[in-house]
């Protein structure tokens, strides 16, 4: 089928032209399966059809770039002119296909539509990146754009273009962020990386709900050894130095001076252990026959009213248990100082700290785009894959349009309860305040009442 086949431009009759529904493309499909062509695959109409799309855009561009058309009496003699094509094979969404470039006769033309040295198309690039994010190793990667689009591409190259996003994520992991977050969830996973010999590197993730409701994202940070308080106190202070001047409520899991870590970062925060967390840990130590029966006695526990409700409740608890499982005693006794600040809050604001759920469903996003490689070679490696993850979160942002929707109901318990931390702007004065008063105090917290 040559490229002439393909360019249907009218219908052959006046029955055609009356039936505005048979639209260009079920004529080329029409067309291809009379002649016996496939619609995709090398060779096929898809292909024909980009070929046909992209010379077109180079030979505009031409035009521009010369000031005249194709065999116009302008171009003769005129200086620089038109000096023939050149083929080239270049990887498209449809697979490889073959087009023949113009040149002119001193070489200045640089095309945008297919630019100079270009071998992949742009969509290509991102189709490799989102199937790298998905969690697809190299391998499966260029197996799958051989299978699927007859598409070869090595390993080193596929590994090339996803490094095309290092610098980005530099940028992301220094981006400045809000003065203040109501909530930060804090939690760390663990990675294989290959520094010598292969060993368990924890990965710190933090992520604040801004005050519009928003999950953001703060950052990633590669530690060493096992997960520990020091390294926390390291990002956390680096959350601080990027514009981070306050936090509300920072939960986090039972880690060993990371409360005291957090208190020397942000001494008005409260720490609050993940409720979630605390219990997952009481079911670890029980036989899973009594896990039924153990969550309906813990619920009044975490429900209660105030404090000293919730001591009443765990004593009761303590009284059925304890006998047949003691060590859940000391972990409720160890744990109490940073669940207790749980109970002092609206329900509103309990469904929000309840559990670190915002930060446990990106690390199994992580978990997941981690499992197939086994391995890292280096740091970069596992963060880049980490970060390829975070870009394809929520592509139609759906998932943050309803946490933003729920969130309103909590931002108002967070003004009441922590007032003045929120929000900053001009206070209304009173009858007997000047206006260079008022200026002065033009930065002070907005009181809400």
Known sequence: MTNHDVAVATPSNDDDAERPEQSLAEQLVDQARADGVDLVGPGGLLADLTKQVLET????????HLGYEKHAAEGRNGGNSRNGTRSKQVITDVGPVNIDVPRDRDGSFEPKTVRKNQRRLDGVDSMVISLTAKGLTTGEVEAHLAEVYSTEISRETISKITDRVLDELGDWQNRPLDRVYPVIFIDAIVVKIRDGQVANRPVYAAIGVTVDGKRDILGLWVGTGGEGAKYWLQVLTEIKNRGVDDACIVVCDGLKGLPESIEATWP????????LHLIRNTFRLASRADWD??????RPVYTAVNEADAQARLDEFHDRWGAKYPAIRTLWANAWSEFVPFLDYSPEIRRVIYSTNAIESLNARFRRATRARGHFPNEQAALKCLYLVVRSLDPKGTGQERWMNRWKPALNAFAITFEGRLFRGPT??????????????????????
Request: with cysteine; net charge negative; proline share 7%.
């Open 293 to 298: 029966k153990m969550a309906k006695d813990l």
């Open 57 to 64: 855009g180079l030979e505009v561009e031409m035009e521009e």
């Open 428 to 449: 209304i004065p009173n009858n007997n305040e000047q206006p260079d008063q008022l200026h002065q105090r033009s930065d002070s917290p907005v009181r809400l009442t």
């Open 268 to 275: 008005l925060a409260v720490v609050q252990t993940c409720v």
